[in-house]
């Protein structure tokens, strides 16, 4: 039988090279990639079994990227390997469209055994967040963090330290509509504080600051 293929998504390359070693034992590696535009267009030509991504990528996050082959039809399946044990964020994954979610801290034999659950039909959760998950059950349900394009931009330029003012005459748009935006946003993310709102942008990987 043929061994499945495995597309690997992830900027870090020292991690990347290590991960290489371990899953060509066992897999077919197809390719590496370090961005979410990257992604997209290697998961097209290589057609992968797998597509083993991070959130946190430059140019576009691993959620966006994955949301765009959702949206395109592609039949691979996915695996989040990140750094965040976020029950948020594992949420968010699996409406994305992902099958498995594994923290890079429990990554080698764990992301193995994953991998072999997901291309058997199953979904696969790493013990550490579902732990966590188990411990808290009257926590609200994650927020969604879908965000229009305008709202992205009026991030992308909060984070960058810009006053509302500043964002507006960027933008274009009146500061009342600037500020509704963010507000829209922080009450979307579930965060009360402007700085909670970039540090939230920062951990999904929507900028490179």
Same mark, same amino acid.
């Given at each position: ?6 597309? %690997? ?56 990227? +994955? ?35 594994? %923290? ?13 659950? +997901? ?27 879908? %965000? ?62």
């Amino acid at each position: 039988m043929s061994s499945a293929k495995i597309l %690997l998504a992830d900027d870090h390359t020292m991690f990347v090279q290590g991960l290489q070693s371990f899953l060509e034992d066992e897999f077919e590696l197809v390719g590496t990639v370090a961005d979410g535009q990257e992604l997209a267009e290697a998961a097209r030509r290589l057609d992968p079994d797998v597509i083993v991504v991070d959130i946190s990528m430059p140019v576009m996050n691993g959620l966006d990227a +994955v949301r765009q082959l959702v949206k395109v039809g592609t039949t691979a399946k996915i695996i989040f390997l990140t750094m965040h044990a976020d029950e948020q964020l594992m949420a968010e994954a699996f409406r994305c469209g992902a099958s498995g979610y594994v %923290l890079k801290q429990s990554a080698g034999e764990e992301l193995i055994t994953a991998i072999r659950q +997901v291309l058997a039909g199953h979904q696969y959760v790493t013990p550490l967040v579902a732990a966590e998950s188990a411990r808290a059950p009257g926590r609200h349900p994650a927020q969604s963090l879908r %965000l229009t394009p305008r709202q992205r931009e009026v991030l992308q330029l909060v984070i960058e330290g810009r006053t509302m003012k500043e964002v507006a005459a960027q933008l274009g748009i009146s500061t009342r509509t600037a500020e509704s935006h963010k507000y829209e946003m922080m009450e979307g993310l579930g965060v009360e504080t402007t700085a909670e709102l970039i540090q939230y942008a920062i951990k999904l990987g929507l900028t490179s600051t």
